[in-house]
């Protein structure tokens, strides 16, 4: 069974500064997907960012990019230059074989102006 | 196409009661997914269905929850003789089948309170 475990309940960050979000995963599958989904409040979930394990380069989207450490099983996000609009839950998630996602519990960030 | 859509938004009911949830999905996906997401916690897998064929389904599924999709277009949810831990909010999501994983687009939610 894949386990996501995202050890920060709540993180904060100064507007224009830089925080990173951990997360740790668990799974026996050798290939499979790790993503960043935001959720605002209120709002529905999206896609930040996806990495695939067969790639050794970490992926990057404009301002957030990922630390990804497959042999740690480890596969952080860091936003630079963050922005009031990056306030939200981040949800860190796994998909292997199956295609149902496996989330963790969350991270809630707050952007202080 | 707006997206994914899910109806109502909101739903109060009484514990034992029926209630019904619709997921409109993007309209060329055939994936259509179902989660549950209670306070404090990430969304859990529920059920999932490849056009009209319901493909897998979790333990979390209780003989109380039962999901269609005819015709492999919208899909709905249906929770019989409610308790108050049903009480969560309902996500649907959909994505295309190829390439060998696509993006799950998630709709709003419908949020759940059993009283």
């Known amino acids: 069974a894949q386990t996501v475990t995202q050890s920060q309940p709540e993180m904060s960050v100064q507007e224009a500064e830089t925080v990173t979000l951990s997360c740790t995963y668990d799974?026996?599958?050798?290939?499979?997907?790790l993503f960043w989904y935001k959720q605002p409040p209120s709002r529905q979930m999206i896609l930040v960012i996806r990495?695939?394990?067969?790639?050794?380069q970490n992926a990057t989207e404009n301002r957030f990019s990922v630390n990804f450490q497959k042999a740690a099983k480890s596969f952080s996000l860091k936003i630079s230059d963050s922005q009031l609009g990056d306030a939200a839950m981040y949800f860190c998630a796994h998909v292997a074989g199956s295609y149902q996602l496996t989330f963790g519990k969350g991270t809630k960030l707050s952007v202080i102006p | 196409d707006t997206g994914v859509s899910q109806n109502p938004r909101h739903k109060i009911t009484k514990r034992g009661q029926n209630v019904t949830f619709r997921c409109d999905p993007i309209s060329e996906h055939n994936r259509l997914y179902w989660y549950r997401q209670t306070l404090g916690q990430g969304p859990e897998f529920l059920t999932y269905?490849?056009?009209?064929?319901?493909?897998?389904k979790s333990r979390l599924l209780s003989d109380r929850f039962s999901a269609e999709r005819p015709k492999g277009s919208f899909s709905t949810l249906e929770i019989q003789r409610t308790e108050q831990g049903d009480s969560a909010m309902y996500l649907c999501?959909?994505?295309?089948?190829?390439?060998?994983?696509?993006?799950?687009?998630f709709g709003p939610g419908t949020r759940l309170t059993v009283l």
């Open positions: 990495q695939e394990a067969y790639k050794q």
């Open positions: 999501a959909s994505s295309l089948v190829q390439p060998s994983y696509n993006e799950q687009f």
């Open positions: 269905f490849q056009n009209e064929a319901q493909l897998e």
């Open positions: 799974t026996s599958e050798s290939d499979y997907y």
